[in-house]
């Protein structure tokens, strides 16, 4: 799963990394955002959105992304 | 009164919120494993770092036993108190509106800050949180204002986490369950610098219905 912050809410963490982009030589790097992933094992694949709005992310501030392998 | 005060794995300021609470009243620990709050009045979720903060701060601990029964409780329309981890807890459980985020220097903040409430009254109480940034979507704080939900806010140019409309407490629609990041309990004894921080725990006890 990749959990997001939501489109438009102040993400300082991303801001912190851009800011520090350039002094190490990376130009033109913008919109960073930082996010998490959580990797895991599941029987059952069907119910693992209903687990990213139970648990793994916040709804209201985060969006998420399946992807089974 | 009865107050229970609940303690987490991580949480850590519980027995200052037993102390105060204690000054108003009789003041006993909930471990998270408890699910029976039957006897008590009112009840202080504490702060610190439940269940360590994996994952988002308060977002484990909101399925603990105890915090089945404060839903319950907070059902009923009895008070409740989150204090800084309690309130991001709260938040979490639906219990209030809104979520707390990294504060927007990213720094961890601690000091003391004056607070602003309804009424217009003055409380000088500590702030000690690195994710105390209060959001919520635009109309959720149209509707929270309109419904005289803002409890607490940071004085003017006092704003130490980027929280929007300075917002640094807020209670649930009926008023009975109050979350905030500032610490009351931290403030109860003038030997400490104030003790402002009673007012809050006395304003909840009031609403009780």
């Known amino acids: ?40 094992e599941a029987e059952d694949p069907e119910r693992l959105a209903e687990l990213c709005e139970k648990l793994l992310a916040n709804p ?6 399946i992807q089974t392998l | 009164m009865i107050w229970g005060v609940l303690q987490f794995p ?13 000054l108003l ?32 701060a308060g977002a484990i601990a909101r399925f603990s036993p105890a915090m089945e029964a404060v839903a319950e409780h907070a059902e009923a329309g009895r008070p409740v108190l989150g204090i800084c981890n309690g309130f991001q807890v709260l938040c979490e459980a ?15 903040v601690c000091r ?4 602003v409430n309804a009424g217009g009254g003055r409380f000088s109480i500590p702030v000690k949180h690195g994710e105390g940034r209060f959001w919520a979507p635009e109309e959720t704080l149209d509707e929270i204002e309109a419904k005289d939900q803002v409890a607490y806010r ?14 640094a407490g807020v209670t649930n629609e009926a008023g ?26 006395e304003a909840l006890a009031g609403t009780r219905v």
């Open chain 1, 1 to 40: 799963m990749l959990i997001r912050p939501k489109e438009g809410i102040l993400d300082p963490q991303g801001k912190a990394v851009e800011r520090a982009l350039p002094a190490l030589g990376f130009e033109g790097v913008e919109h960073v955002r930082v996010g998490r992933m959580v990797e895991l």
């Open chain 1, 60 to 65: 209201l501030i985060e969006d998420y992304e």
């Open chain 2, 10 to 22: 991580g949480s850590c300021d519980e027995r200052d919120a037993l102390h105060a609470c204690s």
């Open chain 2, 25 to 56: 009243g009789e003041a006993r620990l909930i471990w998270h494993e408890e699910r029976d709050l039957s006897g008590v009045d009112a009840v202080v979720v504490p702060g610190g770092f439940s269940y360590g903060d994996y994952l988002r």
């Open chain 2, 94 to 108: 639906d219990l209030l509106p809104g979520a707390l985020l990294r504060n927007e220097e990213l720094r961890f």
């Open chain 2, 112 to 115: 003391q800050a004056e607070l």
């Open chain 2, 154 to 167: 940071y004085a003017p140019n006092q704003n130490p986490n980027g929280s929007l409309r300075d917002i």
């Open chain 2, 176 to 201: 009975n369950v109050l979350g905030l990041m500032p610490h009351p309990e931290h403030a109860v004894d003038p030997l400490t610098g104030s003790s402002d921080g009673l007012k809050v725990f």
